[in-house]
């Protein structure tokens, strides 16, 4: 009983809440960065996942097959090498962004592949019975698809792009390696400066718990309202 109070006491006289008051205005600049890629991130993967999977739809094999390789390219590599393409091989090509809009472009890219799909399957689950009665109205091709199929499917994927949403948020610590100073790479630079690891990095995750965790919750809340 002795040895596990000692060993608790050791455990909390090591845990220093000086380093996290310092950290802690490290910490909001993060989080604001991690926000950012996040809701910017998640912009561009939405559209463009549209785009993928209306195109996906198109008369022609033309457009279906070379957006087919593309979309099965980008999903079936890793992001961390996507963000390395992206940051270091294409300067070399006369195309160069900052590390921030580098990352966002690369995780809204990467995860456009996974929300087309989803875009996909929404458009899919749509009744046949409700393209026949556009047909029969003599809908115009546009206004169908605006006013009658894409409102039904995205009410049917609303919570699986939720999903996406926090697995980007999970994500977001891989800027840190083309050096976006976002959760992550700021604990990282505060730990380097003081040697004190264990409070920015539990912080860090901390953040990530209470960020994901509730968002999750919201998620599934939503698709038990949508499914009544």
């Known amino acids: 009983m002795s040895n596990t109070t000692n060993i608790a006491a050791a455990q909390t006289d090591n845990w220093d809440w000086g380093a996290v008051s310092d950290f802690m205005p490290h910490f909001w600049d993060g989080l604001l960065v991690t926000l950012q890629i996040l809701a910017l991130g998640s912009l561009i993967s939405f559209t463009l996942g549209l785009v993928w999977a209306l195109a996906f739809r198109a008369p022609t094999r033309f457009v279906r097959w070379p957006v087919g390789i593309i979309t099965e390219f980008i999903r079936n590599t890793p992001l961390l090498v996507q963000l390395f393409f992206l940051f270091f091989v294409l300067p070399e090509w006369g195309v160069q962004?900052?590390?921030?809009?580098?990352?966002?472009?690369?995780?809204?890219?990467?995860?456009?592949?996974?929300?087309?799909?989803?875009?996909?399957?929404?458009?899919?689950?749509?009744?046949?019975?409700?393209?026949?009665?556009?047909?029969?109205?003599?809908?115009?091709?546009?206004?169908?698809?605006?006013?009658?199929?894409?409102?039904?499917?995205?009410?049917?994927?609303?919570?699986?792009?939720?999903?996406?949403v926090v697995a980007m948020l999970k994500d977001t610590p891989l800027l840190s390696a083309i050096s976006v100073l976002e959760l992550l790479q700021r604990a990282k630079l505060q730990a380097g400066e003081t040697f004190q690891y264990t409070e920015p990095l539990t912080v860090v995750g901390v953040a990530f718990i209470l960020i994901a965790y509730p968002a999750s919750l919201l998620l599934r809340a939503l698709e038990r309202r949508l499914v009544r």
């Open 97 to 164: 962004f900052s590390a921030l809009t580098t990352g966002i472009i690369a995780i809204g890219l990467h995860y456009s592949t996974y929300t087309a799909q989803v875009y996909r399957a929404g458009i899919e689950a749509v009744p046949v019975g409700q393209w026949e009665a556009a047909t029969a109205l003599s809908l115009p091709y546009r206004h169908t698809w605006t006013a009658v199929i894409l409102p039904q499917a995205f009410r049917r994927v609303v919570p699986a792009l939720g999903n996406y």
